[in-house]
């Protein structure tokens, strides 16, 4: 099973990232509730946001800012990022079942 995060970038604060994360055929992505954590080297992963067939949740950091959404016909998650302020830096990843995609790193700075 591999999970591939794609869309991390430098951009200034206030700005907007959308992030991807695919996953390969053999993940039955359908079934499972899927998330995005991040993490900065100083600190542990921060849980961010999940989505399952019960809708969504947010951390309260991001609530407002960040919305996630998943096209399973796709096997693709995404992360909606707006507003982004330089706290915002971190690797970001997805997963899903116990299993962590490699992390694309996005920064925000001026």
């Known amino acids: 099973v591999q999970l591939v995060e794609s869309g991390g970038a430098l951009v200034q604060p206030g700005g907007s990232l959308r992030l991807s994360c695919t996953t390969s055929?053999?993940?039955?992505?359908?079934?499972?509730?899927m998330a995005w954590v991040r993490q900065v080297p100083t600190k542990g992963p921060e849980w961010l946001s999940e989505i399952n067939r019960d809708g969504t949740t947010y951390a309260d950091s991001v609530k407002g800012r960040f919305t996630i959404s998943r096209d399973d016909a796709r096997n693709t998650l995404h992360l909606q990022m707006n507003n982004l302020k330089p706290e915002d830096t971190a690797v970001y990843y997805c997963l899903g079942a116990g299993y962590w995609g490699q992390g694309t790193q996005v920064t925000v700075s001026s």
């Open positions: 055929s053999n993940f039955t992505f359908g079934n499972y509730a």
